[in-house]
T-cell receptor, first 108, second 120 residues
Framework: RKEVEQDPGPFNVPEGATVAFNCTYSNSASQSFFWYRQDCRKEPKLLMSVYSSGNEDGRFTAQLNRASQYISLLIRDSKLSDSATYLCVVRNFNKFYFGSGTKLNVKP | GAVVSQHPSRVICKSGTSVKIECRSLDFQATTMFWYRQFPKQSLMLMATSNEGSKATYEQGVEKDKFLINHASLTLSTLTVTSAHPEDSSFYIC????????????????FGSGTRLTVV
């Protein structure tokens, strides 16, 4: 079983739409959780950490449910520049485990 | 913030040759660095953990004799893909942690910009 599972998409949405991504992880002892953004042929860049209390950064809201080992990312008012692959990432001590990513295409 | 420099960004080599990729931590020392590989449409997979002054720790299924890792100083780790074959073509990324960082959202882990290896 994969450490982190994500719907690969792609999600094709119009500008201004709200879109939600989900992710599940297998190791209940995992310590930290993140969403990274990866543009084509580039390294992943940290978008935001994810906490059980939920956290928001502008148009982005992330949520963690430890009981069900589920992580979500909500993007409101999508922009063209949000088009990218979003990686769900879980840290267990020194090791980071990446989901295969969910591709988002925001159309004009 | 901490910066990790990876070089080269892109390399094309002939089958059977060896390729060396460098990962440098700029302005901080990294006793541990990590090497990942990403095939198209797949997730980043940890290949090995590089430890300064000692042998690297390889993940299951990664051939240590094919992917040679050297971490000779606190700021440099190298990954050498020996006798490369087309199936080794991939995106290789290194990561390092700045242990001085206490309150960073990602605990000080920073990625290099990646190396796209194409073996022809």
């Amino acid at each position: 079983r994969k450490e982190v599972e994500q719907d690969p998409g792609p999600f094709n949405v119009p500008e201004g739409a709200t879109v939600a991504f989900n992710c599940t992880y297998s190791n209940s002892a995992s310590q930290s959780f993140f969403w990274y953004r990866q543009d084509c042929r580039k390294e992943p860049k940290l978008l935001m950490s994810v906490y059980s209390s939920g956290n928001e950064d502008g148009r982005f809201t992330a949520q963690l449910n430890r009981a069900s080992q589920y992580i979500s990312l909500l993007i409101r008012d999508s922009k063209l520049s949000d088009s990218a692959t979003y990686l769900c990432v879980v840290r267990n001590f020194n090791k980071f485990y990446f989901g295969s990513g969910t591709k988002l295409n925001v159309k004009p | 913030g901490a910066v990790v420099s990876q070089h080269p960004s892109r390399v094309i080599c002939k089958s059977g040759t060896s390729v060396k990729i460098e990962c440098r931590s700029l302005d901080f020392q990294a006793t541990t660095m990590f090497w990942y590989r990403q095939f198209p449409k797949q997730s980043l997979m940890l290949m090995a953990t590089s430890n300064e002054g000692s042998k690297a720790t390889y993940e299951q299924g990664v051939e240590k004799d094919k992917f040679l890792i050297n971490h000779a100083s606190l700021t440099l780790s190298t990954l050498t893909v020996t006798s490369a074959h087309p199936e080794d073509s991939s995106f290789y990324i290194c990561s390092a942690r700045d242990s001085r960082v206490r309150d960073s959202p990602n605990y000080g882990y920073t990625f290099g910009s990646g190396t796209r290896l194409t073996v022809v």
